[in-house]
């Protein structure tokens, strides 16, 4: 929101310098990003009349020009197209320096002198647009220095508001927070309603009154041809960032801008029948004043006549019923339509206008009839029209009850961090224009003013306190806090202490959108038609809630090798979303962990070459992040529509699914030209959370003993088949399994493999003889042979070793 000081300072009576009032707005919760001047020095450019206009001797593209300007008269030298006698513009005379640095000098231009320079708005970076000279009004006073004429200097405003401060989306909103934080006067806005001479009303009907509070219109006549928007709200509307137009739509801009009340003007010649505020018909169409043909949504609200719809309410007017240099009589509108009137419209139909931004906000209820009184005044005043009764129809209110928010001293105190005495809380209270009352000490019913749609519960209102009191006066203490003892049989999962994880391991995090880019989302996920679309995206490329977190990862690890990132390690913690029935609006928010790695297992370094990541290196970093879980983790081999055949697994905890690790799948290629794909997993981290509690026990000191065993597997078994069998038998004498081998080619069965296992012994309390360690081996291999297929290297096969 940009706002001129000048204007500020006509609704607030204040006499702080700019740094103060923006100082003192950004204390309030209202920042101001920056002050700028309004304008460029002037100095030395005057206000001046062209007296007689002859061509140049020498030029056919130069005119040669006798200026008034006051003191005395010029000879200028123009190459202006549109020069010609009677004009009034700028006029820069001999020494003014320009506001791009060039001094104007006394020259002969093909032989004729010349002594200054008649000056386009574009030259006096006063628009960005140049169309020749700058003409000014014919009333404007010759000789006055133009800086004078136009009220410079002033300084811009800049204001970044968040989205529920919607009623500062005005000066006087703005000024209304300045009034409070400087303990002074806010100017009242009590516009004079024109006397109706003319006997014209528009009809007005309201179909959809639960999307319309209130529509207010009025006819205005005769308005005379040479009627143009006046030099000062020229000034305001550049300074504000609003484009001049013509004067009846400079109007509703200006007052829109002053009030916050968005207007509209339509051709009264060009409406067929009465006014109707409706639904839109399914497939009916509108040319909007951009060109733009929208097919409409049953679903959006229209301004429609009796040959279809002239605006979509709230956003933008129609072409068929615009304003233009040939208007003579208009109907002003103003009206209150409901936020959720116009909520995703915008985004639905790619548009954004001033108008739709305020009322996706909210609009004051009880503001768009004294805005509309203030617009027809000025119509009538400055194109000498005249005016017809308003007409006003009433929808359901904005608000379907009167609003009333309890307020109790003791809280505001506990959150604030201390007390604020009682006639403080209830004066803050008031300047901002809520209605207080008191049945008891310290304990308040409050009615926020008409304008605050974002005052809702008690801890908004104890904000406002806290607002107007000064952040800066409230004391700055630590809170005492109780914290209760964790049970050490309590779940509990650390997202802080999974991150540290894989930091350790050399990942960096991640933070990437929640939506995501379709095709990669369907391509990782084959969700199809299931996908979880949004109705109003942010933009055309991130459409679908993600049900992967590799949807986010990919781009990022993409962007990073094209830009000569060899070796990449990202991890990302976040919520991924799938449908579910049980959940609340059929979906479940599911807290996952995510990784990808890429490039070399390790970084080059001269004292050993560099290894391609393989599939062991990423799992061994989910083991890591499952080193806290007394759980069975396992990878049983699956596929994966994303990922590798042959690559992938299905990462399991006491046999139940839990996550996804493997190689990108080779249909990915195409998408990642020359890039060697990334490795990924990802797990529900409500799965890391289930640990079990932590239990000490008294290492061994007895000697331990170790055996190999060298096995011919059936090439369909895995070696976890094989750990998964003699861990079954539940020897606590077994201390640990290794596989420190696997071998196919000469000398195994054609069939089979060679796998060999280490096995660790170990008593408590006593020294194990190899009688016992025989024992417990003959039960191992028995073991394997029934439940795997496997036997001895060396032994005939169906010979039975038990």
């Known amino acids: 929101m940009k706002i001129s000081e000048q204007w500020l300072r006509e609704w607030v009576d204040t006499d702080a310098d700019v740094e103060t009032i923006a100082e003192r707005l950004t204390m309030a919760g209202l920042e101001v990003d920056s002050i700028e001047p309004a304008g460029p ?10 007296l007689a206009c002859d061509p140049h001797p020498d030029a056919d593209r130069l005119k040669v020009c006798r200026v008034d300007i006051g003191a005395e008269s010029l000879d200028i030298v123009c190459g202006a197209p549109n020069v010609a006698v009677g004009l009034r513009v700028p006029v820069a005379t001999v020494g003014t320096r320009m506001p791009d640095g060039t001094k104007i000098k006394a020259a002969r231009l093909r032989g004729v002198a010349s002594s200054g320079m008649l000056c386009s708005a574009s030259e006096l970076q006063l628009s960005s647009e140049s169309n020749g000279l700058w003409l000014l009004p014919p009333d404007a006073p010759v000789g006055t220095s133009l800086a004078d004429y136009l009220g410079l200097p002033d300084h811009i405003l800049e204001v970044d508001l968040t989205p529920n401060r919607g009623d500062c989306l005005s000066v006087r909103g703005i000024a209304r927070e300045a009034a409070v934080a400087f303990d002074s006067n806010l100017r009242a806005l009590a516009p004079q309603a024109m006397t109706a001479t003319l006997d014209i009303q528009p009809g007005v009907r309201i179909t959809a009154k639960e999307r319309c509070a209130g529509y207010a219109a009025q006819h205005v006549g005769g308005l005379a041809p040479t009627a143009a928007t006046p030099v000062w709200m020229h ?3 550049r300074r504000s960032g609003v ?4 004067l009846p739509v400079d109007i509703g801009n200006y007052v829109m801008l002053e009030t916050g009340q968005p207007m509209h003007a339509f051709d009264a010649d060009k409406l067929a029948g009465d006014i109707v505020v409706r639904l839109a018909g399914a497939g009916e169409r509108i040319v909007t004043l951009d060109g733009e043909t929208v097919e409409l949504s049953d679903s959006t609200l229209v301004i429609a006549d009796d040959d279809g719809p002239v ?3 709230g956003m933008i007017g129609g072409q068929r019923t615009a304003v233009d240099d040939g208007t003579r009589n208009v109907v002003f509108e103003s009206a209150c339509f409901t936020p959720a009137a116009v909520a995703g419209q915008g985004r639905r139909y790619k548009i954004h206008t001033d108008a739709l931004h305020r009322f996706e906000r909210g609009v004051d209820p009880e503001l768009h009839e004294s805005a509309l009184a203030q617009a027809t005044r000025l119509l009538c005043e400055l194109a000498g029209a005249d005016c017809g009764p308003v007409i006003h129809v009433s929808g359901q209110p904005v608000f379907a009850e009167p609003r009333t928010i309890g307020l109790d001293a003791g809280r505001l105190a506990r959150l604030l ?9 209830e004066r803050s209270l008031t300047t901002l224009g809520a209605k207080c009352s008191s049945s008891q000490s310290g304990q308040w019913q409050v009615q926020p003013p008409s304008w605050r749609y974002d005052l809702a519960i008690e801890v908004d209102l104890i904000e406002e306190v806290a607002r ?9 203490e630590a809170a005492g806090v109780e914290l209760p003892a964790l049970s050490s049989q309590k779940a509990l999962y650390d997202p802080d202490s999974a ?8 990942y960096h995090e991640a933070i990437t959108f929640s939506f995501v880019e379709p095709e990669l989302h369907d391509a990782l996920t084959g969700v199809g038609d299931a996908a979880i679309r949004l109705d109003n995206p942010i933009s055309d490329q991130l459409v679908d809630m993600r049900q992967t977190l590799w949807a986010g990862l990919l781009p990022a690890w993409a962007y990073n090798t094209r830009r000569q990132q060899t070796r990449v390690r990202l991890y990302e913690q976040g919520l991924r979303f799938v449908r579910d029935e049980s959940s609340e609006h059929g979906i479940a928010q599911r807290p996952t962990i995510a990784g990808l790695a890429a490039g070399p297992a390790e970084p080059a370094h001269w004292d050993q070459a560099a290894r391609p990541l393989d599939f062991f290196d990423v799992r061994g970093d989910v083991e890591a992040l499952f080193a806290a879980n007394r759980s069975a983790l396992t990878f049983e081999a699956a596929e994966h529509q994303a990922l590798h055949p042959g690559r992938s697994a299905r990462i399991c905890l006491d046999g139940c699914p839990v996550g996804w690790i493997g190689q990108l799948a080779p ?3 195409r998408r990642y030209k020359g890039q060697a794909l990334p490795y990924l997993f990802e797990v529900d981290a409500d799965a890391i959370a289930r640990r079990a509690p932590v239990r000490y026990q008294t290492p061994s000191d007895q000697p331990r003993v170790r055996r190999d065993l060298a096995l011919l597997v059936p090439e369909g078994q895995s070696a976890r088949s094989l750990l998964d069998a003699i861990q079954g038998l539940g020897d606590e004498l077994i201390q640990s399994i290794d596989v420190f081998d696997v071998f196919r080619g000469e000398g195994v069965e054609s069939g089979f493999k060679s796998v060999a296992l280490s096995l660790i012994f170990q008593d408590k309390t006593s020294t194990l003889d190899d009688s016992r360690v025989d024992s417990i081996i003959t039960t191992v291999t028995g073991a394997l042979r029934s439940r795997c297929g496997a036997r001895l290297r060396g032994e005939e096969s169906g010979v039975d070793q038990g």
Do not use: C, P, T
């Not at 020095?41 to 062209?50: A, P």
């Open 41 to 50: 020095s002037l100095q030395g450019i005057v206000v001046g009349e062209v």
């Open 235 to 237: 000034e305001r509307l």
């Open 243 to 246: 484009r001049v137009i013509n």
């Open 311 to 313: 605006a979509i309410a």
């Open 417 to 425: 961090g201390q007390a604020v005495d009682h006639d403080v809380i």
């Open 468 to 476: 107007v009191y000064g952040y800066d006066r409230l004391q700055a």
């Open 499 to 506: 991150a540290a994880v894989l930091r350790q391991r050399g």
């Open 667 to 669: 249909a990915f290629a």
